[in-house]
């Protein structure tokens, strides 16, 4: 008999632990998900969660679309749906997908409730007890958990200003090889990562794909914040280098959550044709199909041109964040800690000395309002005690600078404290 706080006030006893999976001593709750409780109170000023700017679109709009949705055909809207998904937002969805680069048609797709299930069909699909996956490191949170819950064997890879260290990523993959031990898949966010904010190079993006080819495995490519570039140069997605070629090698995620809203639940994923026959099975068993409702609603919304405006307004609204935010870095912490730069997308990565440990500034920063991320949660080996992720697209400028502020004098406090110690 087990003794549980879970979400609730409430103190209760677990009878049933004895009934339990083995696989659910690897399932955790994720922190960002934990925090997003905490961030939802208004006093609070939350770098923690990556909640996309939604007041920035036309509700007007938006409620045109469900009557239409409605009147025109409520019957199918209201429905259940095609396994892949509603076909003609599968339509529009290749021309979303053909703005960056890629050149797919509706039956290289199939529709998920959100990028998470895309996860967790891939690692459903791909990954038995034990099996080697590759990852970024620091990588996404939810996709580490997706992994673990499916009992995988995470091998982190470093990341830098480039992206990915592929030197390191053929390491390991030279040293699975060398025991007989095949990586399932290496599993990389290419546009400004989330957390690091980073983008993969374009040579670490075809080294990359060389790599999954030579060594006969997947990349799973997941794409959420890629229309979101605030500067730089667009590079080509390892989806689109590996279409140039015999277009076996990549499996690609993306969500609307970014480009519409999160409560659409609307992600995607573009594979080879075998691949997704394995997908759809899993879709089946586990949800049946998708929102047709919402998939109907969304497929409005794309046939509306305005929808492109609807991103470049994003991306004022976010650059100008993202702006504040480095600023407020360079003012406050600048000599002291060290930080990533995206070119778009929603995070920056900070670094503090190694003396601290974020998860304890993150408690004193809660007492003054102020949440982030501490790094350890997009780590699967419990690294990045002297990391955070902090998330510039949901605070005012004003709030970004208040909350800089606040954050910045607690590091230095700390560091202070430390070397009076020392």
């Known amino acids: ?8 006030k409430k103190i209760t006893f677990d009878y049933w632990k004895h009934l ?17 409780s905490l961030s939802a109170r208004p006093e609070i000023i939350s770098f923690a969660g990556g909640l996309p700017e939604v007041r920035a679109l036309n509700y007007q709009k938006l409620e045109r679309y469900i009557k239409r949705s409605l009147k025109t055909d409520g019957d199918i809207s209201l429905q259940y749906g095609d396994s892949t998904g509603y076909y003609p937002l599968r339509t529009k969805l290749i021309d979303v997908m053909a703005i960056e680069g890629i050149e797919v048609d ?6 998920t409730t959100g990028g ?15 099996d080697a996956v590759i990852t970024e490191a620091p990588s996404y949170t939810g996709a580490l958990n997706a992994f673990k819950a499916y009992e995988a064997r995470i091998i982190g890879i470093p990341v830098e200003e480039k992206g990915i260290d592929t030197r390191k990523a ?17 599993y990389v966010v290419s546009n400004f990562s989330n957390p690091s904010g980073f983008t993969i190079s374009l040579d670490r993006r075809e080294k990359l794909l060389g790599l999954a080819k030579k060594h006969n495995t997947i990349i799973i490519e997941d794409n959420p914040y890629g229309m979101l570039r605030y500067g730089g140069k667009a590079l080509p997605t390892i989806k689109e280098l590996d279409i140039r070629g015999d277009n076996r090698n990549v499996i690609y995620i993306s969500t609307l959550s970014k480009m519409l809203a999160p409560a659409f639940r609307i992600g995607w994923i573009a594979a080879p044709h075998p691949v997704l026959e394995k997908l759809t099975l899993g879709v089946q068993s586990a949800v049946l199909c998708g929102s047709t409702f919402s998939q109907r609603i969304a ?3 794309f046939s509306d041109p305005a929808w492109k405006e609807n991103i470049r307004e994003f991306i004022k609204i976010y650059k100008k964040r993202r702006d504040t935010m480095l600023a407020s870095l360079e003012e406050n912490l ?15 990565w900070l670094r503090v000395p190694e003396c601290l440990n974020m998860k304890e500034v993150l408690a004193d920063a809660v007492r003054k309002k102020v949440a982030f991320v501490p790094g350890t949660g997009f780590y699967a080996d419990g690294r990045g005690t002297d990391a955070a992720r902090l998330a510039f697209c949901t605070e005012t400028r004003e709030n970004i600078q208040k909350g800089m502020k606040i954050l910045s004098k607690i590091i230095k406090d700390r560091i202070k404290l430390y070397k009076s110690f020392s």
Do not use: C, H, N
Request: charged share 25%; proline share 1%.
């Open 116 to 130: 998470q299930q895309a996860l967790d069909l891939l690692a459903k699909t791909f990954i038995d007890q034990g």
């Open 334 to 348: 600048s000599g002291i800690a060290e930080w990533s730069k995206p070119e778009g997308g929603f995070f920056i």
């Open 170 to 186: 053929e390491e390991a993959l030279k040293d699975l090889a060398a025991r007989k031990i095949q990586a399932k898949f290496i």
């Open 20 to 36: 339990y999976s083995s696989r659910m001593e690897g399932m955790v709750s994720s922190e960002i998900r934990d925090l997003l």
């Open 1 to 8: 008999m087990v003794l549980t706080f879970f979400m609730s």
């Open 299 to 301: 497929f409005e919304y």
């Open 106 to 111: 509706e039956e290289d797709l199939v529709v």
